[in-house]
C-alpha cells in the first residue's frame, strides 16, 4: 500500500472551498460539542423545576432517594443493565451505537436540583417515548473532596427509576465516564 497521499494545490483548495460556500457550509463558531441539553437558563428547564416544586416532588414524593449512596471514583466505569435486556442492545449501548435522543448536563447544580432536573427529564423523555438518553454528571469532587457527588447519585438514582432498563458510562466522544448513556423502557411495556 502506498503512503504517497495527493496534496491538493491551490486552485484545489479554492475549488473546495467554493463548493463549501455554495452548498452552505458555515465555519463551526464554537469548538466544542453540543449535547442538546437545555442551557441553564432555559425557560422549559425552570418551568419543569417550578412544576416540581409546585407539586412537592422534590422534597418526599420523589422517586429518587435523598439519602446517602455509595461513592464512586471520578475515572470509575458505571454500568448497570436489567437481567432480562438482550446482550445485543448492552453491547450496542456500551459501544455507543444507539444514538442518543435527549441529552441533560447536570453540571453547576446543587445536589437537590440536579435530583429534580433529572427526575424531571427522566418522566418527560418517558413521556415522549425517548429510548436513548445522554445525561452528563461530571466528575467533579464534592465540597467536602471525598467524592464526585452528582455523578454518585446518579449511579443510584437512576438503579432506582423503574423506566430505566440499563445504563453505562458514555464513550470518549459523549463525555466518557463524566456521562451516561440511560436506556429507558420502551413506552406501553412494563
Same mark, same amino acid.
Given at each position: 500500500?502506498?503512503?504517497?497521499?495527493?496534496? $491538493?494545490?491551490?486552485?484545489?483548495?479554492?475549488? &473546495?472551498?467554493?463548493? #463549501?460556500?455554495? =452548498?452552505? @457550509?458555515?465555519?463551526?463558531?464554537?469548538?466544542?460539542?453540543?449535547?442538546?441539553?437545555?442551557?441553564?437558563?432555559? $425557560?422549559?428547564?425552570? =418551568?419543569?423545576?417550578?412544576?416540581?416544586?409546585?407539586? /412537592?416532588?422534590?422534597?418526599?414524593?420523589?422517586?429518587?432517594?435523598? /439519602?446517602?449512596?455509595?461513592?464512586?471514583?471520578?475515572?470509575?466505569? #458505571?454500568? &448497570?443493565?436489567?437481567?432480562? %435486556?438482550?446482550?445485543?442492545?448492552?453491547?450496542?449501548?456500551?459501544? /455507543?451505537?444507539?444514538?442518543?435522543?435527549?441529552? #441533560?448536563?447536570? !453540571? /453547576?447544580?446543587?445536589?437537590?436540583?440536579?435530583?429534580?432536573?433529572?427526575?424531571? &427529564?427522566?418522566?418527560?423523555?418517558?413521556?415522549?417515548?425517548?429510548?436513548?438518553?445522554?445525561?452528563? !454528571?461530571?466528575?467533579?469532587?464534592?465540597?467536602?473532596?471525598?467524592? $464526585?457527588?452528582?455523578?454518585?447519585? @446518579?449511579?443510584?438514582? #437512576?438503579?432506582?427509576?423503574? *423506566?430505566?432498563?440499563? &445504563?453505562?458510562?458514555?464513550?470518549?466522544?459523549?463525555? *466518557?465516564?463524566?456521562?451516561?448513556?440511560? %436506556? %429507558?423502557?420502551?413506552?406501553?411495556?412494563?
Amino acid at each position: 500500500m502506498s503512503r504517497d497521499c495527493h496534496r $491538493p494545490d491551490d486552485d484545489e483548495i479554492s475549488a &473546495f472551498r467554493q463548493a #463549501l460556500r455554495e =452548498a452552505g @457550509v458555515r465555519r463551526i463558531a464554537r469548538n466544542r460539542a453540543d449535547p442538546g441539553r437545555p442551557r441553564r437558563e432555559d $425557560p422549559a428547564a425552570a =418551568a419543569r423545576r417550578a412544576a416540581a416544586q409546585a407539586a /412537592g416532588e422534590e422534597s418526599s414524593t420523589g422517586r429518587t432517594s435523598d /439519602g446517602r449512596v455509595e461513592a464512586v471514583r471520578p475515572s470509575e466505569y #458505571l454500568e &448497570f443493565f436489567l437481567p432480562d %435486556l438482550p446482550w445485543r442492545e448492552r453491547s450496542r449501548l456500551k459501544r /455507543g451505537e444507539l444514538a442518543w435522543e435527549a441529552g #441533560l448536563d447536570l !453540571h /453547576g447544580y446543587t445536589l437537590d436540583e440536579a435530583r429534580a432536573e433529572l427526575e424531571s &427529564f427522566l418522566r418527560d423523555a418517558g413521556a415522549e417515548g425517548r429510548r436513548c438518553l445522554l445525561v452528563v !454528571h461530571g466528575k467533579a469532587w464534592g465540597v467536602d473532596g471525598n467524592y $464526585p457527588v452528582i455523578k454518585s447519585h @446518579v449511579n443510584a438514582w #437512576l438503579r432506582e427509576w423503574p *423506566g430505566v432498563l440499563a &445504563f453505562c458510562s458514555a464513550t470518549d466522544a459523549d463525555g *466518557g465516564t463524566g456521562a451516561v448513556y440511560v %436506556l %429507558l423502557r420502551r413506552r406501553g411495556t412494563p
